[in-house]
Nanobody, 115 residues
């Protein structure tokens, strides 16, 4: 059974950093993406990265986040710096399988930015 599993969330003070991880298993995935959903808001795209390493970011966060992936470990990372209280959200990764294009979402990891 294919799945995506996020980790690395937690409580961090404003100005701090976190690195989120998303491990894929059970299948081979194409481009991998990070999204987030804050309380009372719609889920929003943050960043994506192809298997070849080409990255794209939402303009509002591209100066504070870096997406990377280790294909050997089937893992994608999201490094977030200069975190703000408005970054508080559940962060999700998602992707599609290369064969069949089946879409998967992880269960999410909570990031709370607060002093």
């Amino acid at each position: 059974q294919a799945q995506l599993q996020e980790s690395g969330g937690g409580l961090v003070q404003p100005g701090g950093s976190l690195r989120l991880s998303c491990e894929a298993s059970g299948n081979i995935f194409s481009a991998m993406n990070w999204h987030r959903q804050a309380p009372g808001k719609q889920r929003e795209f943050i960043a994506s990265i192809t298997r070849g390493g080409r990255a794209d970011y939402v303009d509002s966060m591209k100066d504070r986040v870096t997406i990377s992936r280790d294909n050997a470990k089937n893992t994608v990372y999201l490094q977030m710096n200069s975190l703000k209280p408005t970054d508080t959200a559940v962060y999700y990764c998602n992707s599609r399988t290369i064969i069949g294009g089946v879409e998967y979402w992880g269960q999410g990891t909570q990031v709370t930015v607060s002093s």
